[in-house]
Antibody
Framework: QVQLVQSGSELKKPGASVKVSCKAS????????MNWVRQAPGQGLEWMGW????????TYAQGFTGRFVFSLDTSVSTAYLQISSLKAEDTAVYYC??????WGQGTLVTVSS | QSVLTQPPSASGTPGQRVTISCSGS????????VYWYQQLPGTAPKLLIY???QRPSGVPDRFSGSKSGTSASLAISGLRSEDEADYYC?????????FGGGTKLTVL
């Protein structure tokens, strides 16, 4: 069965970086795109962009350029989201989602001094 | 401000039929498929409807989707207490994915 398992919660200080992983299983990793979605506390879903798992080419939504980087390690069927220069407003749950269907369980990133 | 517009809340009593609307434009709903996601409290979103009106395996047929022009709707019949959740519509818009702001469904 398709599974997307994300790394655990992170507590970071402002200015630090964080890397969230999303390990896929149950399907051919390079056959489906991987999306990233942010959900701030008490808020709705916000699409951050996607990465082509064949070419590694990322597409970022407006507001997620510069400090946000999508990457892959196809040898271990894993997608990554790295956020640098963290700010308090980056505090959110970050989800990976295969194409339009399966979602990871989410990773809470808390940015606080 | 979300690109797709949903009512912030909806409610119904057990057994009732409720509908949730999603309004967009010609560049998103008007020319692409609509997806619906259910997010139960404290959990990740789950795909409920894809390609406007298709249900993934395991989703009860109490859930149905429809689309007309630049609007879409999700209908839930035979409402149950476990349907209490947030519901989001989504569509692609010129290679970018857009979501509605979400509708909180309360089962009274």
């Amino acid at each position: 069965q398709v599974q997307l398992v994300q790394s655990g919660s992170e507590l970071k200080k402002p200015g630090a970086s964080v890397k969230v992983s999303c390990k896929a299983s149950g399907y051919t990793f390079t056959s489906y795109a991987m999306n990233w979605v942010r959900q701030a506390p008490g808020q709705g879903l916000e699409w951050m962009g996607w990465i082509n798992t064949n070419t590694g080419n990322p597409t970022y939504a407006q507001g997620f350029t510069g400090r946000f980087v999508f990457s892959l390690d196809t040898s271990v069927s894993t997608a990554y989201l790295q956020i640098s220069s963290l700010k308090a407003e980056d505090t959110a749950v970050y989800y990976c989602a295969r194409d339009d269907d399966y979602w990871g369980q989410g990773t809470l990133v808390t940015v606080s001094s | 401000q979300s690109v797709l517009t949903q009512p912030p809340s909806a409610s119904g009593t057990p057994g009732q039929r409720v509908t949730i609307s999603c309004s967009g434009s010609s560049s998103n709903i008007g020319s692409n498929y609509v997806y619906w996601y259910q997010q139960l409290p404290g959990t990740a979103p789950k795909l409920l409807i894809y390609r406007n009106n298709q249900r993934p395996s395991g989703v009860p047929d109490r859930f149905s989707g429809s689309k007309s022009g630049t609007s879409a709707s999700l209908a839930i019949s035979g409402l149950r207490s476990e349907d209490e959740a947030d519901y989001y519509c989504a569509a692609w818009d010129d290679s970018l994915k857009v979501f509605g702001g979400g509708t909180k469904l309360t089962v009274l």
